[in-house]
C-alpha cells in the first residue's frame, strides 16, 4: 500500500473504532438513565445472597457493560451503600453479563445498523415519556456500534493481506505469540477503556478475513479482560481504601479469569469450535466461557475473596459501617428515622472530610489528589442524597403519625441542605484553584482563615447533632446556632474591613472579587447548616423509643384529583401559552 492509502485506512479504522466506542456510550447512558433510578435499592435486596448479586449483576453488565457497572459498583462502596464483600457477587455478574451483550453484536446485525440508528433517533425525539426517549437513545447507541463495527471490516477487508503479516505475531497457539497478544490487546483496551470496542474490532478483523482461525483470537480476548479493569483502577482514584479494593477485587478477577484460561488452553480449542464453525461466534463464545467458568468457581467464595483483597491491601483506615437504610424496616417508621439519621450523619462527615481537604487546596494548589478526593466525596454525596431521598418517600407511603410526618419532612429538608453543602465544597476548591490566596494581604487572609476555622467547627457539631441514639436533638443544635452566630458578625466584620479596604484602594482588584467570593461561599455553607440546625430545634424532631417495634400499614388513601382546567384558564387569561 502506498502512504495514501495507508493514511485513509488508518483514520476510516479510527473513525469506525470512534463510532463503535461512542455507540457504547451512548447505550450504556441511555439503559443507566432509563433503569437506574431504584438501583441501590435493588442491590440492597439482591446482595443478601451471592446469588442474587450475581444475577442483578449480569442484567447490570448486559445493560452498561462491565467496566461502566464496575465503576457504579466503586461509587456505592465509597458512598458506604455497599461493603466490599456485598460488592463482589454483582461485580462478578457484570463481568459475565457484558460478554451477553457481546453475543448480541456478533450476530452481524450490520446490515440493518440505519434501520436501528433511524428507529433510536425516532424514539429519543417522540417517545412521550422520559425512560422511553432514553431507550430510544440506547436504541441508537445500539446501531451507532454496528455502523463502526461494519466501517472498520469495510475498510481492512480490501487490505486483509498486508494486515495478516502484521498480525501474525499475536497468535496463541505460541507461549510467545500467547504474551504478545494479551499485553498489546490489553493495553489498547486500558487505552480506550472498553473491552467491548476490542472484541468489535476483532469481530470486524474477523469480517475481513484478517483472522482465520481461533488461535488468532484467544490471546485478544484475554487481553481485553485484563485492559477493561483500567476503567474502575481510574475510576478509583481518589475514594475510600474500601472503594479502591472493589477496584482492586476487579482486577484480581480478570487476571484469575486470564490465568485460567491460558492453563485450559487445550480444553477451550477443542471446545469452543464445537458449539460454531463462526469465528465471530467462536469469538463471543469464548469470552463468555471464560468469564462464565472463572465466575462460578470465585462466586461461592465471594465473602473469603474480599477477606483476602482486604489482607493484600493492610490500611489504617476502619472499615466503613454498612448502610443502615434495610428496606426490610419499611413499615417500622421510627426505626426507618433511626436509619435515615444515621446515614444523614455518613453524609455530613464526608461533607465535613472535603470541607477539611479544602483547606489544604487554598494553602496548595496543586494538590491533584486531595481535589480527586473531593470531587470523589461530592459523588458520594450525591449518590446518598437519592438513596435516602428514595427511601424516604417509601416509609412516607405508610401510616405515619403526626409526629413522624414532621420528622420526615425535616429529614428530607435537611438532606437538601446537607447536598448543598457539598456543592459548595466543591466550589470552594475550584475557586481556590483559579487564583491563591497568597495574593491576599496578611489582613484579609487571617479574616478568612478565621471563618474557614469556624465553619469547619460548625460542621463537627452538625455531625455530632446527628448521633441517632441521643437523648435529644435540640441540645446540639442549639450548639451549632450559637456558632452560627458567631460566623455571622465574624463574616461581617471581615466584608467591613474589605469595603473599608476597597473604598481606600489599599486591594487588587481582582484579588477583592476572589476574596468576596471566598466569603459569598462560606456563607452560603453556613446558611444550610444552621437550616439543619433549625430543624433540630423543633421539639418534635426526636426518636420515640416505645416506639421502634412498632409496625404499621401501608397507607392506601385516595386523594382526590385536582381539576386543572380552571387554573389553565387563567393562565390563558393572563397571557400563558399552554401549547
Known amino acids: 500500500m502506498n502512504t495514501r492509502e495507508w493514511f485513509i485506512l488508518i483514520t476510516t479504522l479510527l473513525g469506525g473504532l470512534a463510532l463503535f466506542v461512542f ?42 457493560h462491565s467496566s461502566a457497572g464496575t465503576v457504579m459498583l466503586v461509587g456505592f462502596v465509597n458512598a458506604g451503600l455497599l461493603t466490599l464483600g456485598q460488592s463482589i457477587a454483582p461485580m462478578l455478574g457484570a463481568n459475565v453479563g457484558t460478554t451477553l451483550s457481546m453475543q448480541v453484536i456478533s450476530l452481524r446485525l450490520g446490515d440493518y445498523a440505519f434501520l436501528v440508528i433511524a428507529l433510536g433517533l425516532l424514539g429519543a425525539m417522540a417517545m412521550p415519556t422520559d425512560r422511553g426517549r432514553q431507550l430510544g437513545r440506547s436504541l441508537l447507541g445500539f446501531g451507532l ?41 490489553g493495553a489498547l483496551t486500558a487505552i480506550w477503556q472498553s473491552s467491548g470496542a476490542t472484541i468489535g474490532i476483532v469481530f470486524a478483523l474477523v469480517a475481513a478475513g484478517v483472522f482465520t482461525r481461533f488461535s488468532q483470537v484467544f490471546p485478544i480476548v484475554l487481553g481485553a479482560h485484563l485492559g477493561t479493569c483500567a476503567t474502575a483502577l481510574l475510576g478509583s482514584l481518589g475514594t475510600g481504601i474500601e472503594a479502591r479494593r472493589c477496584a482492586l477485587a476487579h482486577l484480581g478477577f480478570n487476571v484469575f ?87 444523614l450523619q455518613r453524609t455530613v462527615r464526608i461533607a465535613a472530610h472535603s470541607m477539611a481537604l479544602a483547606g489544604r487546596v487554598m494553602l496548595e494548589q496543586q494538590d491533584r489528589r486531595t481535589v480527586a478526593t473531593i470531587r470523589k466525596n461530592e459523588e458520594a454525596i450525591n449518590r446518598l442524597k437519592t438513596t435516602i431521598g428514595e427511601y424516604l418517600m417509601r416509609v412516607a407511603e405508610n401510616h405515619l403519625s403526626r ?19 457539598g456543592d459548595h465544597v466543591e466550589q470552594l476548591c475550584d475557586h481556590a484553584r483559579q487564583r491563591s490566596v497568597a495574593s491576599l494581604d496578611s489582613e484579609c487572609m487571617d479574616s478568612l482563615f478565621a ?7 460548625m460542621l463537627t457539631l452538625l455531625v455530632a447533632s ?7 436533638f435540640q441540645f446540639r443544635a442549639g450548639k451549632i446556632m450559637r456558632a452560627h452566630e458567631t460566623y455571622s458578625q465574624r463574616s461581617q466584620t471581615a466584608q467591613s474591613k474589605f469595603l473599608s479596604k476597597a473604598a481606600r484602594h489599599e486591594l487588587d482588584p481582582a484579588a477583592a472579587l476572589f476574596f468576596r467570593e471566598y466569603i459569598a461561599i462560606m456563607d452560603r455553607m453556613s446558611r444550610h447548616i444552621k437550616s439543619i440546625a433549625m430543624a433540630e430545634s423543633d421539639k418534635d424532631f426526636r426518636v420515640r423509643e416505645t416506639k421502634l417495634d412498632r409496625r404499621v400499614e401501608r397507607a392506601g388513601r385516595t386523594f382526590h384529583s385536582i381539576q386543572l382546567e380552571s387554573y389553565l384558564k387563567v393562565l390563558r387569561e393572563k397571557g400563558g401559552h399552554t401549547d
Open 466 to 472: 446527628l448521633e441517632p441514639g441521643q437523648k435529644s
Open 403 to 421: 409526629r413522624q410526618t414532621i420528622v420526615f419532612h425535616y429529614l428530607n429538608r435537611c438532606l437538601a441542605d446537607i447536598e448543598r453543602i
Open 451 to 457: 471563618l474557614y476555622l469556624q465553619l469547619q467547627k
Open 257 to 343: 479469569n486470564v490465568l485460567l484460561a491460558i492453563a485450559l488452553r487445550p480444553l477451550f480449542f477443542w471446545l469452543i469450535p464445537l458449539a460454531s464453525a463462526d469465528l465471530t461466534r467462536q469469538t463471543a463464545n469464548l469470552h463468555t466461557a471464560v468469564m462464565l467458568l472463572a465466575a462460578l468457581l470465585v462466586l461461592p467464595w465471594s465473602r473469603g475473596f474480599a477477606r483476602l483483597i482486604r489482607r493484600m491491601t493492610p490500611s489504617r483506615q476502619p472499615v466503613p459501617q454498612a448502610s443502615l437504610l434495610d428496606y426490610d424496616l419499611l413499615q417500622y417508621p421510627e426505626r426507618a428515622i433511626v436509619a435515615a439519621v444515621a446515614e
Open 145 to 185: 456500534l454496528f455502523l463502526g463495527m461494519q466501517t472498520m471490516s469495510g475498510a481492512v477487508s480490501p487490505h486483509r493481506e498486508a494486515l495478516a503479516v502484521y498480525l501474525q505475531s499475536a497468535d496463541g497457539a505460541t507461549l510467545g505469540g500467547m504474551l504478545v497478544g494479551v499485553l498489546v490487546a
Open 23 to 64: 455507540g457504547i456510550q451512548v447505550m450504556t447512558e441511555g439503559m443507566r438513565r432509563a433503569f437506574g433510578g431504584g438501583l441501590q435499592r435493588l442491590l440492597a435486596g439482591a446482595t443478601r445472597t451471592s446469588g442474587g448479586g450475581f444475577m442483578l449483576g449480569g442484567a447490570l453488565g448486559a445493560a452498561v
